[in-house]
């Protein structure tokens, strides 16, 4: 078992160190195998260790890291079923990309450099996924930031995208001091670094202090997890090339602020304020986040808002109480996430770099294929029933409905808002972008549009397990086996039932399906070809300083700029021009002045000539040495 | 000693001055560095004849170091002047005056 979990964790290491060192002067193919196979390798590992482990959990040190004093940093793995899932999703999904990037990549020659990073990530990722140790962890956890940035600022040379990945990392780095201080909390507090001591000792903490590390744990999440006051950097991390979005900014990254909380479940649940602030965030983040892609032109801001705002249901599962459901829904996001960017790559290849879902259109003739993958995605972010993002969706709003706080009623009907608003902004992105429309320009439409068929098949077994993953987690009263559920019950917070009533619970599902349906259908009429506004600028002043609104993410970007960065760089000016500038340096210059002023007179003597030197040098050695030989004849 | 020691030390007295006027009054990079050479040896005669008077060791050893300064600066003095040869073509020392404040 240890020999497969290092493997696991350390195939896609040595991959990008191979590329790292020796990848520039490898074939192109070969290069592209190296980077492939490492990640292949750790899906192997994940299935075998997966098959393995059956019903145990491993604690298993790998190696020591860091020992001083008390503190030691071991890189120890603790195997439980929560990261036996995790591990299992991300290498899959890693695996997938990286085989669509070797599609999407062709025509790029900086490969090497981004299989590299890639690689690099996957193994961050699966440091996350399966560190015991908290500094260990937070090595994967500021490894991910790294490859992050370095993606999204993948095409450097455009000053845009640099500046994209800079924000990310600066805003992420927000996070990550909070998560600092809460390892450092609990080195303090409870002596130990490890996840799995911690949590057994959970119990020992007083309410005060869970609910201190449990917020600045989710202060840490929300910066990686792009959650209500930190949203701003995703939707410009779309910047990066795409697999990296649906990788990076969807299917793995992103949710490892969630998959923290629920590793640390134990401590979160001990304070049920933070609970209730973690589940209030999240239900915000999430209505906020469906409005404000509402409101978006460009595919890939669409789905980065999107993913903002389905990761903040995952947070809602963990504030109500939910590990299981939270987990369910980070699964068949990543599935149906993955699918979507993968499938939104597809369209920008073969539109020529064209974002803009308004002129696009009638792809579903032109992409056959990627229509019905897109399809596929879309309804399962949709949540419309049978797919899989419906069962997860809803059990969270049941889990949250169900909580006995009455707050949680509330938080519920937000989500349940933000819920159907996630209808209408993905069926509005799918029937702009696919169906046909006459209003577009011919020229346009005549574009060739050819991709590799590899890139669309590719995304085959995504949609497949987005179709399938329902079946992961059937509720039982309508006669599943929730198997998902069962299986992570051994997890501390994983409820193998959902907390509602059958009766509850099955009017609930229903109640939301045919809601989902029906928003759907109303979608069809508002954003269907033929509907009369789109296409054409809209004369009225108020829709248009609405969708202003929206597509500027309700201007936090620009408050953040009139709050925090202008009046930073008002100070920075002010240190800069009058302290450092003002005071320091012209004190220097005064000084420097006076020495001048009194030096100008013996800079006559030096003419540059060497032999005036030497005489110099020869009568001023006289001169010293007579004035010695005077005073030691007449002081003797 | 044969010689008397007030000799010794005029030779050296004179050799020290002969090479201070070469190097100062000659123009070339090649005698100045003659010049230093002649200087350097005229201290090391009056050590010499200082430690034969004296009876005292100290003043062989250090010419012995004196020695190795001057071979060594001879190594790379030569150098420099071949360095500066190959740059401005000339071996005039006035024309190095790039330094002039």
Known sequence: MKTILFFLLFFPFVGGFILAVIGRYLPRRVAEWIACASVLGSLLMASLAFGAAGEKRYLLTLFDWIRVGDLSASMTVYYDHLAAIMALMVTFVSSLIHLYSVSFMRDDRDYVRYFCYMNLFVFSMLVITLADNLVFLYLGWEGVGFCSYILIGFWYSDVANATAGRKAFVLTRIGDVAFGIAIALFFLILDQLSIFSINSKAASLSAGTATLLALLLFWGAVGKSAQLPLIVWLPDAMAGPTPVSALIHAATMVTAGAYLLMRLFPVIALSSNAMVIIAAVAAFTGLFAALAALGQKDIKRILAYSTISQVSYMFLGIGAGDVTGGMYHLLSHAFFKALLFLGAGCVIQALHEEHDIFKMGNLRQRLPAVFWLYLVGSVSLAAIPPFGGFFSKDRILLSTFGHPEPIYKFLALIAEIGAVITVLYTFRMFFVAFLERPSLQEDFRKKDLKIPKFMVWINAPLAILAIFAASLNFPEVFGGKSWLAHYLASIPGGIPLSPASAPLERSMEIGSGLLNIAVLIAAYFLYRPEARFLGRPTPVVFRQRLEELLSSGFYLDRLYQVALVKPYQAMARILWLKVDEGVVDDQFDATANIFRFFSSGLQLWTTGRLSTYLKMLLLGFTAIVSALALGWYYLR | ?101
């Open chain 2, 1 to 101: 000693m044969i010689v008397p020691y007030g000799n010794v030390l005029l030779l050296a007295i004179i050799l020290f001055l002969l090479g201070a006027v070469c190097s100062i009054s000659r123009r070339n990079l090649l005698m100045i560095l003659i010049g230093v050479e002649i200087m350097l040896n005229a201290a090391g005669l009056a050590f010499v004849a200082a430690s034969l008077k004296w009876r005292l060791l100290d003043g062989q050893a250090f010419v012995l170091f004196i020695f190795a300064v001057a071979a060594s600066e001879v190594a790379v003095g030569l150098a420099l002047i071949v360095y500066s040869q190959r740059r401005t073509g000339s071996l005039n020392a006035d024309q190095y005056n790039q330094m002039k404040g």
